[in-house]
């Protein structure tokens, strides 16, 4: 009859704890990899959105729109003030604002 060594049960004995241990760090590096995407992916598109209601106005209207407020409620954008800071700067009538979209710190 062969022996099983105590060495072999030993090492049987952590390999699963250690594989589940490397597949929950594995799984929780997902995870915070799919939220900065998708946090990526609506700073983008709150720019974009911003940038097309700015075009929208002076198409409809003649000229962009005065300040953020206009923007806004003229053309039904939101902006979740917890999150992001918008600087929006006229330099004309007939000129595209300057938009920049700031993540606020957390």
């Known amino acids: 009859m062969k022996r099983k060594s105590q060495g072999t049960g030993l090492l049987s004995g952590l390999f699963l704890p250690l594989v589940l241990a490397a597949a929950a760090v594995f799984f929780a590096a997902a995870l ?14 709150l720019e974009e959105t911003l940038r097309r ?25 939101q902006i979740d ?7 929006y700067q006229v330099e004309g009538e ?3 604002p300057d938009i920049t979209v700031l993540e606020r710190a957390s």
């Open 94 to 96: 007939n000129l595209m």
């Open 32 to 45: 915070n990899s799919l939220d900065q995407g998708r946090a990526q992916e609506t700073y983008r598109r």
């Open 81 to 87: 003030e917890t999150k992001y800071t918008v600087k």
């Open 53 to 77: 209601g700015c075009v929208a106005c002076y198409a409809a209207e003649g000229f962009y729109p005065p300040d953020l407020d206009y923007l806004t409620k003229g053309y039904g954008i």
